[in-house]
């Protein structure tokens, strides 16, 4: 069974040449994982969260920026909702046919 076993020899290896291979193989595999997680995941970590302050941070300015438009709006409705500001049954148009 020991024969069909797949994967690196055990961690004991009695030859200082292959301690040495096994050595250099743990320094790249870490060096290689460490790149990775430098040069590839951190800038995509950053791009996600700058592009989701940056989404916050216009979806704020645009509320900010429909407040004046809210507020003339209001205005201007309130001004129309009042009784003297509505056309009174003398003002409006006559049918034709009458």
Known sequence: MEQLRIGLPPR???NPVSRLLFGLAAVVVGVSVLAVILFVI????????SAAVGGVILALAGVVMMIP????AATILI???RSSAR???AVRAQSIGR
């Not at 438009?69 to 003339?72: I, M, P």
């Open 69 to 72: 438009f809210l507020l003339v």
């Open 12 to 14: 004991d290896a009695s």
């Open 87 to 89: 056309r009174h049954a």
């Open 42 to 49: 951190l800038p995509l970590v950053g791009i996600i969260v």
């Open 79 to 81: 001004f129309f909702s």
